[in-house]
């Protein structure tokens, strides 16, 4: 099956990302998509300033235009992530869509992202945004599909409990910046791929360099053999490519880990 991933430009205008997001699914969907993903904070600018002022209630306003969009284009679609309010808290969400425009999937990302790099980048999502308590999986007649949000990726456990419940396909909107992106972003896509021999997509918002928050930008597809298959350079752009399962099937015939994995000696598991 084809996917696309959307590495939309972000505006300070929420109207219009979202009217772009929308017809930029609608010429992935053209094209042959069957799903579809935008990338993190895709109807607002990204920074701890921001989410307060940008967040919605889900159901909302974005997720009501993905809705409609999906069951327009009779796609999976990944609703990249929004600022979401709920109960007096603010939450970094992911809401997924299906044909039917049904709402098949809502992940909060689970791991906020602190760091501190001296000198590169200090940030704090805690400051204004709670973590997510649960993991985030939804079926369609490809594949089972498991869910992160940018930070999630660096947890290879959550990947991996991912791989346990059958998903053949992770997908990570994200934001990495220019100090842990050319480090990190194409190293832990083709980590989390290889060692659970899974496709994994991530999908990044294009590079604004005025921003006060200048993401990376690739957004790119690695195969369970570990190989970049798709990957866009730092304008706004749609990847696309093939999702081949057959070939996934073979790469776990050939290196069967998953069925020499020596659960006698050690395990992971998901707690709720």
Not at 59 to 84: D, H, N, R
Not at 146 to 171: S, T
Not at 249 to 268: F, H, M, N, T, W
Request: charged share 20%; with cysteine.
């Amino acid at each position: 099956f084809r996917l696309a991933l959307i590495q939309l430009q972000v505006s300070a205008v929420k109207s219009d990302n979202l009217q772009r997001a929308c017809g930029l699914v609608r010429e992935a969907s053209a094209k042959g998509a069957k799903v579809v993903a935008l990338p993190e904070c895709f109807n607002s600018p990204y920074g701890t300033q921001y989410f307060k002022e940008y967040a919605e209630k889900i159901p909302g306003e974005s997720t009501q235009k993905l809705s409609e969009v999906a069951k327009e284009c009779s796609v999976y679609l990944i609703g990249g992530s929004i600022p979401e309010e709920d109960g007096g808290k603010l939450y970094n969400t992911c809401t997924v869509f299906g044909p039917d425009g049904a709402m098949l999937a809502k992940h909060r990302k689970v791991h906020l992202f602190d760091i501190n790099v001296p000198g590169k980048i200090q940030f704090k999502e805690s400051e204004t945004l709670s973590p997510g308590n649960s993991f985030s999986m939804f079926d369609t007649p490809y594949c089972k599909v498991g869910l992160g949000i940018c930070y999630d990726m660096r947890f290879a456990e959550m990947a991996q409990i991912y791989g346990q419940k059958g998903c053949q396909l992770l997908i990570y909107p994200g934001a990495f910046n220019l100090t842990t992106g050319p480090a990190h972003w194409e190293l832990l896509q083709r980590g989390r791929a290889v060692d659970n021999q899974v496709y994994v997509a991530a999908v990044s918002p294009a590079r604004d360099e005025k921003a006060s928050y200048v993401a990376w930008g690739h957004s790119t597809v690695v195969n369970p053999w570990g190989e970049v298959i798709a990957k866009a350079g730092a304008e706004e752009t749609v990847v696309y490519t093939d999702i081949d399962l057959k070939k996934l099937a073979e790469i776990r015939q050939q290196i069967p880990i998953l069925s020499q994995k020596r659960c006698d000696l050690y395990g992971v598991e998901m707690k709720k």
